[in-house]
């Protein structure tokens, strides 16, 4: 069946690094374009980052570019989101999606929290 399986969340200090993975299995990975996601206490799910099916196009969120970067292993079918610099205001549970014509997969969430 299928399942997008998140993991590399935890507990980091301001100005940390992690790096969250997301492992795909059940459906052609590659035909899908992947995207994380973030949502925190209170507040509606956003946009973190995308990145098309071959890898020719990503796209950030104002509020982290320059400090995440996304990128995927269609060989593993692995994506995965490179944080740096974190901030408090990151704090967040990340969710990873596929999505290819009419079809999307969410996978559970990991949790990240920055703080000191």
């Known amino acids: 069946q299928v399942q997008l399986v998140e993991s590399g969340g935890g507990l980091v200090q301001p100005g940390g690094s992690l790096r969250l993975s997301c492992a795909a299995s059940?459906?052609?990975?590659?035909?899908?374009?992947m995207s994380w996601y973030r949502q925190a206490p209170g507040k509606e799910r956003e946009l973190v980052a995308s990145?098309?099916?071959?890898?020719?196009?990503?796209n950030y969120a104002d509020s982290v570019k320059g400090r995440f970067t996304i990128s995927r292993d269609n060989a593993k079918n692995t994506a995965y989101l490179q944080m740096n610099s974190l901030k408090p205001e990151d704090t967040a549970v990340y969710y990873c999606?596929?999505?290819?014509?009419?079809?999307?997969?969410w996978g559970q969430g990991t949790q990240v929290t920055v703080s000191s």
């Open positions: 999606k596929a999505l290819f014509s009419r079809y999307t997969y």
């Open positions: 059940g459906f052609t990975f590659n035909n899908y374009a």
């Open positions: 990145i098309s099916s071959r890898s020719s196009t990503t």
